[in-house]
């Protein structure tokens, strides 16, 4: 059974302006996102994402359409009955959240006195939740004499009080320096691995996708117009959605001025290669360029790697004869493109 089931879910808000179209937030999305793994959703501000993960927690109503957490609605339920859904479900977000005139203990405590978890077991459960986090030193401190790091330690140490069955994080790592956003996706990965508990990140970085998705889905204007795993949508992106997040890692093929500029700067014929483990890899390439004997210069592009797989698009200048070239392109086949040059088509 999936943790998560979303079925067809719509968010609608009423117009900001008289006369103005409703404002559709979330338009028919559909989930699964299997229990134990890690999920994340990304899009740019506006694409509905935030709204998603409000829905998910019960923090608000759908206008349509069905949400299950471990196989039980969530939509429909009244308020009392949302306690308890919620009470399953551990959230932490990009300011942390927390409670200025307490304590870190007092921060955890809370939500322990909120779900009425006698106070004979408060003290095991923080101390084993503070521990877990590497915050025991910490314990009588406020958070204003913590980094953001520790705050968002803190954070997810609360999050987890009432053993929750699943962790939304909401870009919880869009506050922090990068160092210390490897440090808290690590923190995650060991919730996930050790405690079981199923984590859906929601975030605009795609950095913080590739460190830690199982699986992906790239939502924009309140649809998910891609969903898979995780190397397979950004090794090789469908929509244009997700080849923007992938440029901002790993650059495409040139277009506009670089274009230009590299083609003042190279005789060669411009040929953007995609690689991919599964696809077509770099030993691949330059292999087939020397059986042709054409001579090859890397001029563009880049690559990256998820889960230790690595995937990206590079583009070469190649300089021989002219059929040797054309050969060769086409014994890549579908992975290499030819750039059009300004008098001739792309061949």
Known sequence: MPAIT?????????????????????DGVSLEIADGEIFGIIGYSGAGKSTLVRLINALEPTTSGRIEIDGRPVTGLRERELRG???????????????????????????????????????????????????????????????GGQKQRVGIARALATSPGVLLADEATSALDPETTQEVLALLRRVNAELGITIVVITHEMDVIKSIADRVAVMDRGRVVEIGRTFEVFSAPREESTRRFVSTVVAGSPQGDDLAALRRRHQGRLVTVRVSEGGVDQQQVFGVLARHGVLFE????????????????????????????SEAVAELGPAATELATDDAEAR
Do not use: C
């Open 85 to 147: 859904v919620r009470a399953g479900i551990g959230m932490i977000f990009q300011q942390f959240n927390l409670f200025s005139s307490k304590t870190v203990w007092g921060n955890v405590e809370f939500p322990l006195k909120a779900a009425g978890v006698p106070k004979a077991d408060h003290q095991r459960r923080i101390s084993e939740l503070l521990h877990f986090v590497g915050l025991a030193d910490k314990a009588h401190v406020r958070p204003d004499q913590l980094s």
């Open 6 to 26: 979303l079925t067809d879910v719509v968010k609608t808000y009423p117009p900001r302006e008289k006369g103005a179209a409703p404002l559709t937030a979330v």
């Open 298 to 325: 890397i001029v563009f592009g880049g690559i990256d790697e998820i889960g230790g797989r690595t995937f990206g698009t590079l583009t070469l200048a190649l300089t021989g004869a002219d059929d040797d070239v």
